[in-house]
């Protein structure tokens, strides 16, 4: 059979060019695609991202201006405020979304239900940050209001997204035993729920043209973020892995119930007394006591600071861990503490109170949470862990900086505040923080990625 030749031409002549066109298309929407299927990656280098910029960055920028006087470029306390959303939404909460999508799966045994969603979820959250952070500062005007107000509808629709993906993986896989106390996920699902409603009412009060979030409102915002979510969060994981880890004596499971009980009555109490009571410290003050009970109670329950139950067999890996979560421990309690004083104290409004205020948020952000996300990217985040194994000395110069850096910073300001004298060692914690995290940061981001290895522990029961 013979060929017409003007039909060979058309058919030799089509072929190429729509494989042509296919290379030429495929290639960008794919891309896309594989970002959109690996939310761990997008998220974790998102919450960097955030953190180096408006978390750390500004931080750095605000401490240099209250200890030495260097001017700012917009109202102080719109930048606060919006550094404190940028970590605690931005940094924290974007990282544990992306590490939950490794962890989750593992935990239930199935694998992870709507990845796309989650990456939009957790992209939809940084955008609504992002949103806050730069229009908070600016002068109020259509536009501006408008931004500020959107930046609480996209926070709480990012949450919703991912949250539906997890939901359905939990539901795909199967129960683990033994369950958590209920307490537990009612105070992490309570607190995020209060902290997403109120950062939606502190954005629309925005959006009519103020610069300031009010300061009860505020202030009950951070805590259900960083007390009720986040710390609850570690806590959680805790009673699972530190026992097996640091090879602790068997846990005083009597203890368990009534400590998770008092952190909740701090947890949700301290922010309810906030926005209800604002002119009662001594509510505040019963409510934070009962948080720091509940902190004492969980470490003397776990025995995190009794002597081992038998010494460890394998170099660098049980006895620097003790010494670092015992540090980020005290940090804990020692926030909680200041936390009852500031209660307590009779000029809540004061600059002394107000500095106080921020040594003692500092003490859990940056003496607390900051070592352990660090310290539990070192053993299970892909890649990170396997670079820290190979090299250990780098992990542990890293927690001392941290540390270091904690009691330089919390201590300056809780002693002195940022007089002159006081004000250089404040600074030099500030920056030490900041430049152990860039860092943590570069280690994160360069790390070539693996399977991550999760083991769930058993949370050990004392006889």
């Known amino acids: 059979m013979v060929e017409r030749p003007g039909h060979s031409i058309v058919k030799r002549a089509s072929v190429p060019n729509v494989q042509l066109a296919h290379k030429t298309m495929e290639p960008p929407t794919s891309a896309w695609r594989r970002l959109l299927d690996d939310p761990f990656r997008l998220l974790v280098r998102t919450s960097l991202i955030l953190a180096l910029v408006g978390g750390f960055g500004l931080g750095w920028a605000l401490l240099m201006s209250f200890t030495f006087r260097v001017p700012l470029f917009a109202n102080p306390g ?78 709480l629709g990012g949450v919703l997204l991912a949250f539906a993906a997890f939901g359905r993986t939990v539901r795909a896989g199967k129960p683990r035993e033994p369950r958590e106390p209920v307490v537990l996920p009612l105070t992490m699902a309570g607190s995020l729920a209060g902290a997403l409603l109120l950062n939606l009412i502190a954005s629309f009060g925005l959006a009519q043209g103020s610069n300031l979030v009010p300061s009860p409102l505020d202030d009950a915002i951070l805590h259900f973020e960083l007390w009720g979510f986040a710390t609850t969060m570690v806590l959680a994981i805790g009673r699972h892995t530190w ?87 005290a940090f804990l309690v020692f926030a909680a503490a200041a936390n009852v004083m500031l209660a307590l104290s009779a000029h809540v409004r004061s600059l002394a109170a107000l500095v106080n205020a921020s040594a003692a948020r500092h003490a859990l952000a940056q003496g607390f949470l900051l070592p352990i996300i660090v310290f539990m990217a070192a053993r299970i985040m892909p890649g990170f862990s396997a670079e820290m194994v190979r090299h250990p000395d780098r992990i542990n110069a890293l927690m001392g900086v941290l540390f270091a850096a904690a009691l330089l910073r919390v201590g300056g300001e809780m002693i002195g505040g940022y007089a002159p004298g006081w004000n250089i060692l404040v600074g030099a914690g500030g920056t030490l923080g900041t430049a152990a995290f860039v860092a943590f940061a570069i280690g994160v981001w360069r790390a070539r990625e693996g399977l991550i290895q999760v083991t769930p522990l058993r949370p050990t029961v004392a006889r």
């Open 243 to 329: 026992p097996n880890l640091l090879l602790l004596r068997p846990a005083r499971e009597r203890l368990t119930l009534p400590s998770l009980v008092l952190w909740a009555i701090g947890s949700l109490g301290v922010p309810l007394a906030w926005l209800l009571l604002p002119e009662a410290p001594v509510v505040r003050a019963i409510a934070a006591t009962a948080q720091l009970a509940g902190a004492i109670l969980y470490g003397h329950g776990l025995r995190l600071f009794e002597p081992p139950a038998r010494a460890t067999t394998i170099p660098r890996v049980t006895n620097p861990p003790r010494l670092w979560l015992r540090t980020a421990f």
């Open 78 to 155: 719109a930048l606060i405020q919006a550094h404190g959303q940028v970590q605690a939404l931005g940094f924290v909460a974007l990282m544990v979304m992306g590490v939950a999508t490794r962890l989750v799966p593992v935990f239930h045994g199935a694998k992870l239900v709507g990845a796309p969603l989650v990456s939009v979820g957790g992209l939809t959250l940084a955008s609504g940050v992002v949103l806050r952070a730069v229009s908070q500062p600016l002068p109020p005007d259509p536009l501006r209001n408008a931004a500020v107000g959107a930046s609480g509808v996209l926070v």
